[in-house]
């Protein structure tokens, strides 16, 4: 019974094969754009996941004119210090100025790209980020200390230990561990946090609750 109906069905296909065709491809296309879809939204989805408190930790939106949903990541200057003293239950409070992709850096006067962030001590005890040698001066708000990862250390000056050795003007005071690339926090070098002008917003402010 079964071989019967099978041949049946497959008379049908052959006597409307064009139709057969479009169906076929329509369906391959469907099952192609469903796998893709399924795998962005994987990848989206494990942005920063890999962190031990991801699950506490959040980033503030703002109003935002120039953004195309009205809101966006820029906050306005020293909202994490006031946060962190208005709400008991934000356990803790960073604030970061995230990477620009067209960031450079200076090596012995040769011009390299680099992504660099400015944080505080703050980021280092919410994200798992580890100070592998070195001191922790790079945390000190306005010095001309600077953090680097072991693999662009290694990128810049190969087996030489990166400690003393200056990078735009800054000393590089610390070895860091790598922050994986699926991050929105992705970091070549650490330098020191900074206050912006008052009432402006420029940077990002991650808490943890």
Same mark, same amino acid.
């Given at each position: 019974m079964i071989l019967h109906y099978l041949t049946i069905a497959f008379r049908n296909m052959w006597k409307y094969r064009s139709q057969t065709l479009i169906s076929l491809?329509?369906?391959a296309v469907g099952f192609a754009c469903f796998a893709l879809a399924t795998l962005w939204i994987r990848y989206e989805m494990t942005y920063d996941s890999f962190h031990k408190h991801d699950k506490h930790l959040y980033v503030v939106y703002s109003p935002d004119i120039f953004s195309p949903t009205g809101y966006g990541r820029r906050t306005p200057n020293q909202l994490a210090d006031y946060l962190k003293e208005t709400f008991p239950e934000i356990a803790d409070a960073a604030p970061v100025?995230?990477?620009y992709r067209t960031g450079t850096v200076t090596v012995e006067g040769v /011009?390299?790209?680099a992504k660099i962030i400015n944080a505080d001590s703050s980021f280092l005890r919410m994200f798992d980020v580890k100070i592998l /040698?070195?001191?922790r001066d790079f945390l000190i708000v306005g010095g001309n200390k600077i953090a680097i990862?072991? /693999?662009k250390a290694r990128q810049f000056f190969g087996d030489e230990n990166p400690i003393g050795k200056t990078v735009s003007s800054y000393e590089i005071c610390a070895v860091v561990s790598d922050m994986p690339k699926r991050s929105n926090y992705a970091f070549d070098l650490i330098r020191p946090f900074f206050d912006i002008s008052p009432g402006s917003r420029g940077e990002n402010t991650i808490i943890e609750s």
């Open positions: 491809i329509g369906l100025i995230p990477a /011009e390299i790209p /040698e070195g001191s990862t072991r /693999e």
